[in-house]
């Protein structure tokens, strides 16, 4: 796995079946509004100057202040780690006479999934704090004074407290908490506390391995939620602590590990990254009061693909309201919720369907038919999808006279919805402008309150959404990855890419355009996103594709002294192509069939309706064609835009609608139709090239977003963490952007993007968080989310779901 330019890694799933030994049985929910603490007192340290931190964590609800995990209080000498206003990590040790404050340079606002951090101290020198993040060192600034000897943490008689700090400023953190650990006397690095796979994805080592470690006097080992809850300190210290706030029913069964049968797993909980309700959340965001004025849906972070035969099965309990029993709950799309309001209930929407309390009704497009029992304050309703079926359950009886076979089997008689395809979250609302109310939500972490002897559901986790996709991309990095280059203005080798690339797009960081090759048309032709010029001959561009990388000329477009490029890396699987004669154009193809993305050349006719074969075997979500041999936009065909409308890559224009592009024809398994327009396909010899990409679980994903110029954008569900990101809006005339690849990404903003349609240098503004299932935009710059609708796809760089086995972790970034 490739490692150039690489910042960190974080992780959602991969399939090296049997690498680690340990399954983190359970975790605990700490919840600010509890004063949930965890407490013993420091003895005499073996030294007061060493130590290390590390921890599993998943964020919960989000605050404009300092949210404290982990603190120390001794009369005036306080210290903690602490999640800052700003959501970087955040060490402040003060002694009393130096205050001392570091944090990570980059920020970290994923409540998707897990996270593992180790923090220590040396007590020495400027370098004598090291945070880490997923085993990879963080970049850090310092507030305060950049050194200090001492402090308040590990000092002698000091409280030592999970889950506040015991000083005014900051509030105890929202979180889930797992395999804690305290060491004094030692500082040690994340690779004594979790390991890499061969795919370099990183879990945790065994509690077996960790109890191994020096934990010194003042160590504590807190192995999971339950040991955390309990206060059992199993280091070999066995410390006496105080546990206040936290029962017994705090422990779930969320985890950053899966076990076997898909118990244990990083569940689902509900998403204050998408959250139309203006509502609160708290409990680990498994409970939501919705907010007065605003009734949008809140949706779970995880999406299910209800047309699998895996049932899937979520409980809401209804808490409280404020009136009128005013509760929504069902499901809905992650492009029904980008398009939902405040002020848009669940069930508005054409893919959003919600059972109502107060009439019992289904609602569905802003419409309702008669459907099931009314419910109320106290009541406990599942949700059932799988099969394409949607069903509800009243306190352990379905409604609309369904029957547990009928679940079991997707029989559609008795369902509230039927047919449906695709990825669905779970959600929940209230009904009416100045109502409010409260549900909490299990999605399996937690025992159901429901018994359903004959319907063999599941929770929503990694593990089970796994089991459903199984896709074939488990390393996405063997198929495509970007890497950094510094060029030298001397040819040079450039290795680690992890395959030999069949196709690459350069771009060098400031203002010059974007250069093009692949191994089908040969390593020295070169064309451009951002100019319409002909394809030209550059000797000294690209001079090879290698085993392992590639090899750059002394062209300033690709290798000028001292520049930095970005470069995308495609895997082809057949560098020198081969003749596909399906369709009325044979083309010469390089299909990687794993990826289903191939690249090819053919000769046009000018005539409406030619066909071309693109050798995938499924039909493509997008494809580009270009004109090589005069000048001429590169068009693109995006699977959610439909064949009478094509994007054309270099300029900033709404598509054009135009039966030439693609002779008013979607792109089947075998061929892509053509037009007869010279855009793409101009009569020529070996005067066309092509790249298709369809979409695949783990890998390759395609859709609609709509923008809203706010930085609360909109949350996609990719199914993956995105490498790159591609989009372009569809009724604005405004730029594409590609986001710059891993080798910029940062934790959370990927602050680095590139306008393909302009000579532009990098952008930066905060444009993007990457999550660990797709992306959200943060900002109301124009490019990226301006209020239109746009197409996307994106690039994984580590896939939501992989194979069944236990060792599918479970990572977040």
């Given amino acids: 796995m490739p490692f150039i330019g690489e910042t960190s890694t974080l992780f959602l799933g991969f399939a090296d079946d049997g690498f680690f030994g340990n399954v983190i049985d359970d975790s605990v929910i700490f919840n600010t509004g509890d004063a949930n603490t965890v407490k013993w007192t420091a003895g005499t340290p073996t030294s007061q100057d060493i130590w290390t931190a590390s921890f599993w964590v998943k964020r919960a609800e989000q605050f404009a202040t300092r949210q404290n995990i982990f603190g120390v209080s001794s009369g005036s000498h306080n210290g903690?780690?602490?999640?800052?206003?700003?959501?970087?990590?955040?060490?402040?040790?003060?002694?009393?006479?130096?205050?001392?404050?570091?944090?990570?340079?980059?920020?970290?606002?994923?409540?998707?999934?897990?996270?593992?951090?180790?923090?220590?101290?040396?007590?020495?020198?400027?370098?004598?704090?090291?945070?880490?993040?997923?085993?990879?060192?963080?970049?850090?600034?310092?507030?305060?004074?950049?050194?200090?000897?001492?402090?308040?943490?590990?000092?002698?008689?000091?409280?030592?407290?999970?889950?506040?700090?015991?000083?005014?400023?900051?509030?105890?953190?929202?979180?889930?908490?797992?395999?804690?650990?305290?060491?004094?006397?030692?500082?040690?690095?994340?690779?004594?506390?979790?390991?890499?796979?061969?795919?370099?994805?990183?879990?945790?080592?065994?509690?077996?391995?960790?109890?191994?470690?020096?934990?010194?006097?003042?160590?504590?080992?807190?192995?999971?939620?339950?040991?955390?809850?309990?206060?059992?300190?199993?280091?070999?210290?066995?410390?006496?602590?105080?546990?206040?706030?936290?029962?017994?029913?705090?422990?779930?069964?969320?985890?950053?590990?899966?076990s076997e049968d898909g118990t244990v797993g990083n569940f689902a909980t509900l998403n204050p990254l998408n959250n139309k309700s203006g509502g609160t959340l708290s409990e680990g965001n498994l409970t939501v009061l919705t907010g007065v004025g605003q009734y949008g849906p809140i949706a779970s972070t995880l999406a299910v693909p209800i047309d699998s035969t895996t049932i899937y099965r979520a409980q809401f309990t209804c808490d409280a309201d404020s009136s009128g029993d005013f509760f929504m709950l069902g499901i809905i799309t992650d492009y029904d919720v980008t398009n939902s309001t405040t002020t848009t209930e669940l069930g508005h929407t054409a893919n959003g369907y919600a059972y109502r309390g107060d009439n019992g009704q289904l609602r569905n497009s802003d419409a309702e038919v008669a459907y099931g029992n009314t419910y109320a304050t106290g009541d406990v309703i599942d949700v059932f999808i799988g099969n394409g079926c949607l069903f509800f359950a009243k306190n352990g009886t379905l409604e609309n006279g369904a029957s547990e076979s009928e679940v079991e089997a997707g029989t559609t008689t008795n369902a509230a919805a039927?047919?449906?395809?695709?990825?669905?979250?779970?959600?929940?609302?209230?009904?009416?402008?100045?109502?409010?109310?409260?549900?909490?939500?299990?999605?399996?972490?937690?025992?159901?309150?429901?018994?359903?002897?004959?319907?063999?559901?599941?929770?929503?986790?990694?593990?089970?959404?796994?089991?459903?996709?199984?896709?074939?991309?488990?390393?996405?990095?063997?198929?495509?990855?970007?890497?950094?280059?510094?060029?030298?203005?001397?040819?040079?080798?450039?290795?680690?890419?992890?395959?030999?690339?069949?196709?690459?797009?350069?771009?060098?960081?400031?203002?010059?355009?974007?250069?093009?090759?692949?191994?089908?048309?040969?390593?020295?032709?070169?064309?451009?996103?951002?100019?319409?010029?002909?394809?030209?001959?550059?000797?000294?561009?690209?001079?090879?594709?290698?085993?392992?990388?590639?090899?750059?000329?002394?062209?300033?477009?690709?290798?000028?002294?001292?520049?930095?490029?970005?470069?995308?890396?495609?895997?082809?699987?057949?560098?020198?192509?081969?003749?596909?004669?399906?369709?009325?154009?044979?083309?010469?193809?390089?299909?990687?069939?794993?990826?289903?993305?191939?690249?090819?050349?053919?000769?046009?006719?000018?005539?409406?309706?030619?066909?071309?074969?693109?050798?995938?075997?499924?039909?493509?979500?997008?494809?580009?064609?270009?004109?090589?041999?005069?000048?001429?936009?590169?068009?693109?065909?995006?699977?959610?835009?439909?064949?009478?409308?094509?994007?054309?890559?270099?300029?900033?224009?709404?598509?054009?609608?135009?039966?030439?592009?693609?002779?008013?024809?979607?792109?089947?398994?075998?061929?892509?139709?053509?037009g007869s327009s010279n855009a793409t396909n101009a009569s020529g010899t070996d005067n066309m090239v092509f790249y298709a990409f369809a979409d695949v679980e783990g890998f390759f994903a395609s859709g609609l977003y709509e923008g809203n110029s706010s930085a609360d954008g909109p949350v996609v569900w990719a199914g993956h963490r995105p490498n790159v990101i591609w989009s372009k809006s569809i009724d604005n005339g405004e730029s594409y952007y590609l986001s710059a690849g891993d080798a910029y990404l940062d934790y959370n903003p990927m602050d680095a993007f590139f306008i393909p349609d302009l000579d532009f240098a990098v952008q930066t503004s905060n444009a993007i968080d990457i999550l660990a299932t797709g992306f959200k935009m943060k900002t109301s710059n124009s490019v990226t989310n301006s209020s239109h609708t746009r197409v996307w796809f994106s690039l994984a760089k580590s896939p939501f779901t992989g194979t069944t086995s236990a060792s599918q972790q479970s990572r977040a970034r």
């Fill in 418 to 674: 039927s047919g449906l395809t695709g990825n669905y979250y779970f959600a929940c609302s209230d009904f009416s402008v100045g109502q409010t109310v409260t549900v909490s939500a299990n999605f399996g972490q937690k025992a159901w309150t429901n018994s359903y002897a004959s319907i063999s559901d599941v929770g929503v986790n990694s593990k089970t959404i796994a089991d459903a996709l199984a896709p074939p991309i488990t390393d996405p990095s063997l198929h495509f990855t970007t890497v950094t280059v510094t060029g030298t203005g001397a040819e040079q080798a450039v290795t680690g890419v992890g395959f030999q690339p069949d196709m690459l797009w350069i771009k060098r960081t400031t203002a010059v355009e974007w250069a093009i090759y692949d191994s089908v048309r040969g390593a020295t032709k070169e064309w451009n996103f951002d100019a319409t010029n002909a394809e030209s001959t550059v000797a000294q561009g690209v001079k090879s594709f290698d085993a392992d990388g590639f090899t750059l000329g002394t062209d300033a477009s690709v290798n000028a002294s001292g520049g930095t490029y970005v470069v995308y890396c495609f895997k082809f699987d057949n560098s020198s192509g081969a003749s596909n004669s399906d369709g009325t154009i044979t083309t010469t193809v390089a299909v990687n069939a794993d990826a289903k993305m191939s690249c090819g050349t053919f000769s046009g006719n000018a005539t409406g309706g030619a066909t071309i074969g693109h050798g995938l075997g499924v039909t493509p979500a997008v494809v580009i064609v270009k004109r090589l041999d005069s000048t001429g936009s590169p068009q693109v065909y995006h699977r959610d835009l439909g064949a009478t409308k094509a994007l054309e890559m270099d300029v900033a224009a709404v598509p054009v609608t135009t039966s030439t592009r693609w002779n008013d024809t979607v792109p089947s398994s075998t061929v892509i139709t053509l």
């Fill in 80 to 258: 903690h780690i602490s999640w800052a206003a700003n959501d970087t990590l955040e060490l402040y040790n003060d002694d009393s006479v130096l205050t001392q404050q570091k944090f990570t340079s980059s920020v970290h606002r994923d409540p998707t999934a897990w996270t593992h951090w180790c923090i220590s101290f040396s007590g020495a020198g400027p370098d004598e704090v090291v945070f880490e993040k997923d085993g990879v060192v963080q970049s850090q600034t310092t507030g305060t004074d950049d050194t200090i000897s001492g402090g308040a943490i590990n000092k002698s008689g000091a409280d030592m407290v999970i889950g506040d700090w015991l000083h005014p400023s900051g509030v105890p953190a929202d979180m889930i908490l797992a395999q804690f650990s305290f060491i004094d006397g030692t500082v040690y690095s994340a690779s004594d506390f979790g390991e890499f796979d061969a795919n370099g994805n990183w879990g945790p080592k065994s509690d077996t391995d960790i109890r191994a470690l020096s934990f010194g006097n003042n160590g504590i080992f807190l192995s999971n939620g339950t040991d955390i809850q309990a206060g059992t300190d199993t280091s070999g210290n066995s410390q006496s602590v105080t546990v206040t706030g936290l029962a017994s029913s705090d422990v779930v069964s969320d985890s950053p590990t899966n």
